[in-house]
């Protein structure tokens, strides 16, 4: 089919959308109406691109017209150069075209999970965890996401030894989901007296957020277990039994949440960060049985694989899948990491596309 011609089958199901939203039935379900409201917006994304990429084929066109009737040689030389820039910016603009087109992932539509630990390094470790968490933080405000905290663990010199939040907002998936992995730090730490460069750790977990209907959970299946909760504080958070334990006993999974005064409340988020570890080890699995090919140029994001430097000696930050190098680290652990989600994405969809064209699974187009 002729590219136009299946784009333009695409803008009846726009306009179909358009009037389907513009009921106010709809949005008594919200989550059925934040579905269509996504696809909505995905199309008329793909009416963009389709317009660049029908400028940029007029845009040849003429230089291709101009060339066939200049006969000065400089003007001639000019046009040429032109042409091979315009016939490249053609060829890009088709591809950004064919990369909307394909499918998104399943789970970019979800909240997310972030689960981020200290590793190796001890207290250092656990500094560098809440220099990430700051990191999201700053980039999720910028975004206008909404942050939830669900569980943390804060270690003796302000550091965390672990951190859940929950992060809702259009498109959180799909910007994080290639954060999961070990991030190295190599800087000189404070408790440091030699000014040695130690390297320490932290891993990070971006899991799309499971519900109910994902995962089942039976009541003969969990072990809860209130106990009091620990940690620094000295008021509420010491003198009330509020910490909730949740043990999944077929998979022998732990959670433990002691983050709100509220027994009530820390169980709810217990059970939700339980749910969200079973959805992606079951998703894991899944993977596993198909082919890894697409995901080997970037990684598969599981914690145990080893995916950016933060050099503090250097001031730079090193992406290792990409691969991506930035200067001005103080930037980056403010929030400024669109270049590495950029590169991550844009990499992902390209191993997408190529998957897709050599399985022959695409929509064959011609110009």
């Known amino acids: 089919m002729e590219l136009t011609a299946y784009v333009s089958r695409l ?3 726009y306009e179909e959308l358009e009037e389907i939203l513009s009921r106010a ?7 059925r109406a934040a579905e269509l409201t996504r696809e909505h917006a995905h199309l008329k994304e793909i009416f963009e691109r389709h317009r660049l990429w029908l400028s940029a084929q007029e845009k040849v066109r003429s230089l291709e017209t101009l060339l066939q009737k200049e006969e000065d040689p400089d003007l001639r030389a000019l046009a040429e150069e032109e042409l091979a820039e315009a016939r490249g910016e053609e060829t890009a603009a088709h591809r950004r075209l064919m990369v909307a087109l394909l499918p998104g992932e399943e789970n970019e539509p979800r909240n997310t999970m972030l689960e981020i630990r200290a590793g190796t390094g001890g207290e250092e470790a656990a500094l560098f965890a809440a220099d990430l968490y700051r990191m999201y933080s700053r980039y999720a405000e910028k975004r206008g996401w909404r942050i939830s905290p669900m569980a943390l663990v804060p270690s003796d010199l302000g550091g965390l030894k672990e951190i859940i939040v929950e992060i809702s907002g259009e498109g959180v998936y799909r910007q994080l989901r290639f954060e999961s992995g070990v991030h190295r730090v190599q800087r000189v730490p404070a408790t440091e007296s030699q000014g040695r460069v130690h390297t320490s750790t932290a891993t990070v977990a971006v899991l799309p ?9 039976k009541p003969e299946d ?7 909760a620990g940690g620094p504080g000295g008021q509420g958070v010491n003198t009330t039994d509020s910490a909730v334990q949740v043990l999944h006993i077929p998979t022998g999974l732990i959670v433990r949440c002691q983050e709100g005064r509220s027994q009530i409340k820390n169980r709810e988020k217990a059970i939700t960060i339980l749910r969200t570890r079973l959805l992606a080890q079951k998703q894991q699995e899944e993977r596993a049985r198909l082919s890894s090919e697409r995901r080997s140029l970037i990684g598969s994001g599981d914690r145990h694989e080893k995916i950016r430097t933060y050099n503090f000696p250097q001031d730079r930050v090193t992406d290792h899948r990409v691969p991506v190098t930035l200067h001005g680290l103080a930037s980056v652990l403010e929030g400024n990491i669109e270049p590495l989600l950029e590169a991550l994405a844009e990499k992902e969809m390209e191993e997408r596309l190529s998957a897709a064209e050599a399985a022959g699974s695409s929509p064959r187009f011609t110009p």
């Open 222 to 228: 969990l072990r809860i277990e209130v106990c009091r």
């Open 25 to 31: 039935e709809v949005y008594a379900q919200p989550s």
């Open 209 to 217: 957020e499971a519900e109910e209907v994902d995962v089942v959970l």
């Open 11 to 13: 803008r009846q199901r």
